[in-house]
């Protein structure tokens, strides 16, 4: 890989599988993971409207933040919200995080960028986090605390142990868990092979496994020799994931059987509820603020609007892999790569 900015991984990305396995536990009964929120206040408000809803009928979700809280929010005040909310509750750090806690002199956007992602959005990625530290330098106090946020946690629901890094089990900006790196896994060594399933929930501990970065959606079952396995990938909590859509998407994670009813597709395993969510957030109110930072002809707007207007060339049926897209009886069609690629 390329050591240029955007395309490179920092050394200190980098950790073990087992190190999930040792990290201490955060308990809970009902869970959001939440990655790619991307500086989106609307999409914010409205997981704090599905948590409230879910407490209104006796169930305490715990809201957990794995990486790319921040990207869009360069107003001040956008920033300093989605900084608290990270305060408030569990976060770990994803890469926009651990290059604004670096400082200007970092790694770009920290993304490590695989090399069929086009140099020209690349250099806007780097160009969007330059103007995101600029913001950060007026907010020094919550940039010092993202530079506290872990590289994973290790959530445990019931007698279940759940991972949750940003990228992957060995890099915080890894690209293991993307649909391509899937795709690609599925049509050699799946599930074994370098940076293999099987060896990220073995030595990891954990039976569940959930990340974001990538920016697409994924989500695998696999029934291993010593049980059930299952990866989410959320995609984007704050920007469409489907074709046509205009919601982000998290995991949610249950001692509860029962099935969401906005559920887009899930799975139990061992008691809990695993599930793809849509974050129905006010699209417009979103559109409005986005535009204010980003107007056309800027880097952002160059590189998202589209996805943020129409959705990406993506499909709920792509995201299934093992046992998900036997269930919803999806066969497996090539998909074409994303060219704008989230941080």
Known sequence: MSASPGRSCPLD?????ADIATAPALQAEHAYVIGGLYG??????????????????????????????????????????IAAALETHAACSGNVEAELARGPAGAGCGCAYPEFVDQAVVDRSNRIIERLHFTAQGLASHV????????????????????????????????????EALRDAQQADWPDGPGSLRAAWAESGARILCSSHSCLPAAVELALDDGPRVLMNNGAAGMPNFRGGRFGVITRISSSPQV???????????????????VRYDHAAWCARFVRNWPPGSDAHVSYWERIERGPDYLAADALFG??????????????REAARCS
Do not use: C
């Not at 990305?13 to 599988?17: A, D, K, L």
């Not at 046992?323 to 074409?336: D, E, K, M, S």
């Open 40 to 81: 989106n206040v609307e999409a914010l408000q409205a997981i704090e409207a599905m948590r409230d809803r879910e407490a209104a009928q006796g169930r305490a979700v715990t809201l957990v933040f794995n990486g790319d809280a921040h990207w869009f929010d360069v107003a001040a005040s956008d920033f300093a919200r």
């Open 13 to 17: 990305y980098r950790y073990r599988p």
């Open 260 to 278: 969401p009813p906005d559920s887009l597709y899930g799975t139990m395993l061992e008691g809990l509820r695993i599930d793809a969510m849509p």
């Open 144 to 179: 010092d605390r993202l530079g506290r946020l872990a590289k994973h946690l290790r959530l445990r629901i019931g007698a279940v142990d759940i991972g949750v890094v940003h990228g992957d089990a060995w890099s915080l900006a890894g690209w293991s868990f993307s649909q």
């Open 323 to 336: 046992g998900f897209a036997g269930r919803r009886g999806n066969a497996f069609t090539p998909v074409a």
